[in-house]
């Protein structure tokens, strides 16, 4: 049987990480929260992840900056690249330019529907296990 997917969530906002958690669990994969960047960054040491999906706005690192930090953390470590998913309430240009100059995986909308949280978080694991075994 193949390992369930890992993924890391970040967000500062405790009710949309439960509920995120619940609902990727339900569809098989392992989730480990993180409530703020610095956390995310500690949990990157431990663990191997399939995935990111953090929220863009926090406060202290915001989103952008973790996942800057992330990609530095895994250069340095000779360790894969991890796709990543931004999830934001604010569709503020700037910042969306911002996660697009990133070229993430995904981008998803708050408040967002199930049936695009699970196509997203799919369609960037797939093409992860497309990249990685070609």
Known sequence: ????????????????????????????????????????????????????????????????ETVRKIREYLARNN????PEIFITAYAKEDIYKEALALNVAGYIQKPFDVKTLQQTVRNAIDKTNYNNHN
């Open 1 to 64: 049987m193949p390992m369930p997917k890992s993924i890391l969530l970040i967000d500062d906002d405790l009710l949309v990480l439960m509920t995120m958690k619940r609902l990727l669990a339900r569809e098989g994969y392992k989730v480990t929260t993180a409530f703020n960047g610095q956390a995310a960054l500690r949990k990157m040491e431990d663990d191997g992840f399939d995935l990111i999906i953090s929220d863009i706005k926090m406060p202290g690192m915001d989103g952008i």
């Open 79 to 82: 360790k894969h690249p991890i």
